[in-house]
């Protein structure tokens, strides 16, 4: 027995900040952003909007795509570096809107390999027998952790969420293989000093603006494009399969140089390798799985398909996997 995705579904919040909108903040140009980044807008969840809000739109969606009623889903996965607060879960105040109750309910915090690292998680859950039926949400609204002062990050990010069902699978289809892999000593090169244990909230931690995410451009780039070839090449391995019988790659999207620097490695034409950072920017945990959703309702893929997300992302963390159609 496996696991595939019965349903899936995302949501992105409607207003746009273009580059244009950024040039009036801070000192860039919709020139240097597109070069660098290949990034044109990005979505922003409104003020009363949290990663919830976003998630709970996303897993409507994928419940009604996988058919399903919403009351025979044993379980909820939350991937969020952006919950809507330490405690209780995203998870669990996505279970209350949904009207679910008494069914267990986690957060993950795996930052942009979230989903894959969430899907793995529910197909582990689902081969043991013991469940069999997962609702697995990325969800994250970077822009709440954005400092829209620094213009070497906040031109990257925006907001978004995605969400798919995971059930039984009895035949050939569904998730062939995983791969996670992380590594803590890069955890400074792209992380939010304060709000934790480690740095309480307090008037100096606001003052320095240690709420905000801070990263290590350049140093971040190079291992993203090392991992993430690497995280390829490792499941293609393990799944017995080449990266000719991938229709198409869904990578992580950061930065679509990095994503050019993974075709070129790997040797796989941009045509097969799906990108609408464009649109969106970096969105964290919901990236891979906004793409993966607008794959299949553009018809990039179809049934039958077999195809290859990659992530990579704060950790530093990466991750993974195969999925046939
Ligand atoms: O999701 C997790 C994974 N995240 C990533 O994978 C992101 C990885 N990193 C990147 O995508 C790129 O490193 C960035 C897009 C963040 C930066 O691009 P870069 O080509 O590595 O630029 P850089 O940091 O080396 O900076 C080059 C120059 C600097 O000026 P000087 O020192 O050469 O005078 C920066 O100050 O570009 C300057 N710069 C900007 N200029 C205009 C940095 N940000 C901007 C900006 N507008 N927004």
Not at 286 to 295: K, L, N, R, Y
Request: aromatic share 8%.
């Amino acid at each position: 027995m496996g696991a595939k995705l019965l349903g899936i579904g995302s949501y992105l919040p409607e207003k746009i900040l273009t580059n244009k909108d950024l040039e009036k903040m801070v000192d860039t140009s919709d020139e240097w952003i597109t070069t660098r980044t290949g990034i044109k807008e990005r979505r922003v969840s409104s003020p009363s909007q949290a990663s919830s809000d976003l998630g709970y739109q996303a897993s409507l969606k994928a419940i009604e795509n996988a058919g399903i009623v919403k009351e025979s889903i044993e379980m909820i996965i939350t991937a969020t570096i952006t919950p809507d607060m330490f405690f209780p879960s995203t998870a669990c105040i996505i279970q209350e809107k949904l009207g679910l109750d008494n069914i267990p309910c986690f957060d993950l915090s795996s930052a942009c390999a979230g989903f894959i690292y969430g899907l793995e998680i529910a197909r582990s859950f689902i081969d043991s027998g013991k469940y069999s039926t997962i609702l697995v949400i990325a969800t994250d609204c970077m822009s709440k952790v954005t400092d829209y002062t620094d213009r070497s990050t906040c031109i990257l990010l925006g907001d978004g969420s995605a969400a798919a069902v995971v059930g039984k699978s009895k035949d050939d289809i569904g998730i062939l293989d995983s791969y996670l892999g992380a590594s803590g000593k890069y955890a400074r090169l792209l992380y939010m000093p304060a709000g934790g244990s480690r740095q309480p909230a307090s008037i100096e931690t606001v003052t320095q603006r240690l709420h905000y995410m801070k990263m290590e451009g350049s140093a971040v780039y190079k291992v993203a494009v090392t991992s993430m070839v690497d995280a390829v090449n490792v499941v293609l391995k393990k799944a017995g399969l080449s990266k000719d019988d991938i229709s198409l790659f869904i990578p992580h999207q950061a930065n679509l140089r990095i994503i050019q620097a993974i075709g070129k490695t790997l040797d796989v034409p941009m045509e097969k390798i799906f990108v609408n950072i464009e649109k969106y920017g970096n969105m964290s945990a919901a990236s891979v799985g906004v793409a993966f959703d607008e794959a299949i309702r553009n018809e990039k893929i179809k049934n039958g398909d077999t195809i290859c997300m990659v992530s990579f992302g704060s950790g530093f963390t990466w991750a993974s996997n195969i999925i046939k159609l």
